[in-house]
């Protein structure tokens, strides 16, 4: 079964950084398009960050643009998630997924829902 393991989620004050990162678990995700989704308490999972299997092309949601970084490394077959300038808003369950690669552009909105992780926490307090 694919799947994706998150960890270095955890508790921050506002203005602080975190590193996520996804690993994957009985499968190698070096040559797949690979998506970071967030899910705050009461509200829907949005889409946060892609990056394509190349790492050519990289997406960001507005609201974290010049604050997240993500990134490859497939000597360690993980993508990472640097997270900087932390808001309260930000906390929230950070998941990622196989997303679509599409002539070398990650499309954030078709995610292989089969691949979710079971996320970690992301808490950022005032």
């Known amino acids: 079964q694919v799947q994706l393991v998150e960890s270095g989620g955890g508790m921050v004050e506002s203005g602080g950084s975190l590193r996520l990162s996804c690993a994957a678990s009985?499968?190698?995700?070096?040559?797949?398009?690979i998506g970071w989704f967030r899910q705050a308490p009461g509200k829907g999972r949005e889409g946060v960050s892609c990056i394509s299997s190349s790492a050519d092309f990289t997406y960001y949601l507005d609201s974290v643009k010049g604050r997240f970084t993500i990134s490859r490394d497939n000597a360690q077959k993980k993508v990472h998630l640097q997270m900087n300038g932390l808001k309260p808003e930000g906390t929230a369950v950070y998941f990622c997924?196989?997303?679509?690669?599409?002539?070398?552009?990650?499309?954030?909105?078709?995610?292989?829902?089969?691949?979710w992780g079971q996320g970690t926490q992301v808490t950022v307090s005032s």
């Open positions: 009985g499968f190698n995700l070096e040559h797949l398009a």
């Open positions: 997924a196989i997303v679509a690669d599409f002539q070398d552009r990650c499309e954030i909105g078709a995610v292989d829902r089969d691949s």
